[in-house]
């Protein structure tokens, strides 16, 4: 894992002999990384699905940096490929079939106003040997986090299904009360993206506070907290 630090009055040194690293314990306080970072290679090997959580505090928090990068680069962040930079908590990577044959990692940073997040990194996939369809890792059903979150006043939902299912999304607030459903139907394999804005089924602004999203399917029920700051 690698750290980049700005300095600030808050600071302390340490090190070893003949080198010193300054710490600013401020910004290191700020600066939480994103966290269980996962990949997937789907559709038989065309692409690598990564997800994480958001870290547990964000404030300051502008978006996340997907980095990717060959086995002998794991110690050289300065020569890691910048895929992409999002607000989403996960990417899929369509690249990956184009790639070299070898072993790859990819890195997230959660990136502030003030500086990036330590990189966390996947565990290796292997781009060189052919992937049968039977054996493949497929699209795990999960409820993904929202994003944003906190948010005001909408948020996008994101899910994923493993296979064809029927679907119920759902909106709950903290005593249990359900506020509003966002999905009620029979749903194919893939990702999913919905859209909150904060309103009731009746059609009116809900308060500030702490809301639930819960998934249904065939097999299972899911849940994700989430915050309404108004």
């Known amino acids: 894992r690698f750290l980049w630090l700005r300095t600030r009055n808050n600071q302390r040194s340490c090190g070893g002999e003949g080198q010193t690293l300054t ?9 939480r990384p994103p966290q269980n970072i996962t990949t997937n290679i789907m559709n038989e090997g065309a692409s690598v699905i990564i997800q ?7 404030r300051e928090l502008q978006g996340y940096s997907v980095w990717r990068f060959e086995e002998s680069l794991l110690n050289e962040p300065d020569n890691w490929t910048l895929v992409t930079e999002l607000l989403n908590t996960y990417y899929i990577d369509t690249e990956w079939s184009d ?4 072993i790859y990692y990819y890195a997230v940073t959660a990136n502030y106003i003030t500086d990036n997040s330590v990189a966390v990194i996947s565990d290796p996939l ?3 040997t052919p992937v049968d369809d039977a054996d493949s890792p497929t699209i795990a059903t999960a409820l993904l986090e929202n994003c944003p979150n906190p948010f005001n006043p909408d948020t996008e939902i ?4 493993a296979e064809s299912s029927k679907v119920s999304l759902s909106i709950y607030n903290a005593a249990g009360q359900k506020i509003t459903t966002l999905v009620e139907k029979v749903l194919p394999s893939g990702m999913y993206s919905v859209n909150w804005n904060g309103v009731s089924e009746t ?5 500030s506070g702490v809301y639930f999203t819960r998934l249904k399917t065939n097999s299972s029920t899911y849940i994700q907290k989430m915050l309404l700051l108004k």
Do not use: H, M
């Open 23 to 31: 710490i600013d314990l401020d910004l290191l306080e700020a600066l």
């Open 52 to 58: 994480w959580q958001s870290p547990d505090f964000t």
């Open 99 to 102: 790639l070299a044959s070898g």
């Open 126 to 128: 292997d781009n060189g």
């Open 158 to 161: 994101r899910f994923s299904l």
């Open 203 to 207: 059609g009116k602004p809900v308060a």
